[in-house]
Each structure stands twice: as structure tokens, then as C-alpha cells.
């Protein structure tokens, strides 16, 4: 268990509304991403933070927004939703270990569908 | 970025082991070999890493080749809920970057009883 929890876990929501899926951790880890996973697609890197209001793009940002005002929360936006966007979302969060690596660990899943 | 070669899936019996190839060419010095899995309906699991050396954990090991090109999981014993599409990643250390994993298909593994 690497202390990440997603919200909302299922939501169905509209086409063109706002929506934003929070990832909480609670090891005050520095390193979070937000991938998506589509079927023939794998799953793919949309954002990443390293640090507190750091973030960067990742292989599909585009129309999607990120937030990182505390290190405990990393909030994914879309900004007005699209049907392409319906997809399964895992937070992730980096857990540091010195001279030998590091390791991803991802949370359950946030499914979300646009109608 | 370095891309890694699977196959599609592979069968296995209960309890027998089960060894899940990797291809990785143009795997690059500073590449980490990273193993993931993920069960139906889940996020995926880290199941191991490594660099040169093979590694061994509780859940599985990696045995590396001396060139680095190629890597294999070993689940020593599988059961049935071994049962997953088993991801093999290469994640370049180092910088802002690390962490930022590209997966590809995967191998789909399935355990008979």
C-alpha cells in the first residue's frame, strides 16, 4: 500500500462540463504523474509534478490541467470534457530509494465516462 | 526513448514457473529494467527492478543479460492469481524525467489450474 487514494473513484459526467479528479498521498512523496488507460492504447502519460506548484507535460497533456499547491494533492482538470476523454485515470507517486532506483506505485483508478 | 519487446501472451500451468521475456536493444546505460502487472480492473503493481545484477524479491526475480538487452521475470511458483498482463519498462534515471514510464502492451499471462 503506497498510502494513495483517488476521487472520485467512477463519475459520469457531460460533455463540455468541468471535472477534476483529485490524487491524495500521504507518504509526502515529491515525484506524482497522472496516466490514462485506454483500450490498443496502454497506458499513457498525460501529467507529471515534481515539487510543490511543479509540474510538467507528459505524451497526451492536451486538454488537460494540473495542480500542485500542496505536496499531498495533485488535482487533474479537464477543462470541458470531451467523449475522448471517457477512460480509466491512476495517480502515481514516485517512492525515492537512494543508490538503487526508484519505484512507481499507482493508485486504483479513477473511471470516468463523458457522455 | 528505449522501447521493449514482448510477447503478446503466454500460458502457464499452477505451480510450475514461469519466465517472461523481455527484448530491450537500445536499452541505454542509465536505463533501469522495471517490471509491472496489472489484474483486471486494477492499477498496476510493481513487482521488481533492476539495473545490472540480477534481483530477487518475494514476488518474483529478474535475471538481466550481460549486455543488457534482454531481461526475464521469473515467477518461480505461479498461482492463479498470478494471472495478469505483465508489463517490462525501461525508466531512464536521473533528472525531472525519472519516473515517466512508457508501457506497451504487455504480455497477457493465464494460469491454468
Known amino acids: 500500500d503506497a498510502g494513495i487514494t483517488q476521487s472520485p473513484r467512477h463519475k459520469v459526467t457531460e460533455t463540455g462540463t468541468p471535472v477534476t479528479l483529485r490524487c491524495h498521498q500521504t507518504?509526502?512523496?515529491?515525484?506524482m504523474y497522472w496516466y490514462r488507460q485506454d483500450p490498443g492504447h496502454g497506458l499513457r502519460l498525460i501529467h507529471y509534478?515534481?515539487?510543490?506548484?511543479?509540474?510538467d507535460k507528459g505524451e497526451v497533456s492536451d486538454g488537460y490541467s494540473v495542480s500542485r499547491s500542496k505536496t499531498e494533492d495533485f488535482l487533474l482538470t479537464l477543462e470541458s470534457a470531451t467523449s475522448s476523454q471517457t477512460s480509466v485515470y491512476f495517480c502515481?507517486?514516485?517512492?525515492?530509494?537512494?543508490?538503487?532506483?526508484?519505484?512507481?506505485?499507482f493508485g486504483e483508478g479513477s473511471w470516468l465516462t463523458v457522455v | 526513448d528505449a522501447k521493449t519487446t514482448q510477447p503478446n501472451s503466454m500460458e502457464s500451468n499452477e505451480e510450475e514457473p514461469v519466465h517472461l521475456p523481455c527484448n530491450h536493444s537500445t536499452i541505454s546505460g542509465t536505463d533501469y529494467i522495471h517490471w509491472y502487472r496489472q489484474l483486471p480492473s486494477q492499477g498496476p503493481e510493481y513487482v521488481i527492478h533492476?539495473?545490472?545484477s540480477n534481483v530477487n524479491n518475494r514476488m518474483a526475480s529478474l535475471a538481466i543479460a550481460e549486455d543488457r538487452k534482454s531481461s526475464t521475470l521469473i515467477l518461480h511458483r505461479a498461482t492463479l492469481r498470478d494471472a495478469a498482463v505483465y508489463y517490462c519498462?525501461?525508466?531512464?534515471?536521473?533528472?525531472?524525467?525519472?519516473?515517466?514510464?512508457?508501457f506497451g502492451q504487455g504480455t497477457i499471462l493465464t494460469v491454468h489450474p
Open positions: 509534478s515534481y515539487g510543490v506548484k511543479d509540474t
Open positions: 533492476g539495473l545490472t
Open positions: 507518504e509526502n512523496h515529491r515525484y
Open positions: 502515481a507517486i514516485r517512492r525515492a530509494r537512494s543508490f538503487s532506483g526508484n519505484t512507481i506505485y
Open positions: 519498462i525501461l525508466s531512464h534515471a536521473g533528472g525531472t524525467s525519472y519516473g515517466k514510464l512508457t
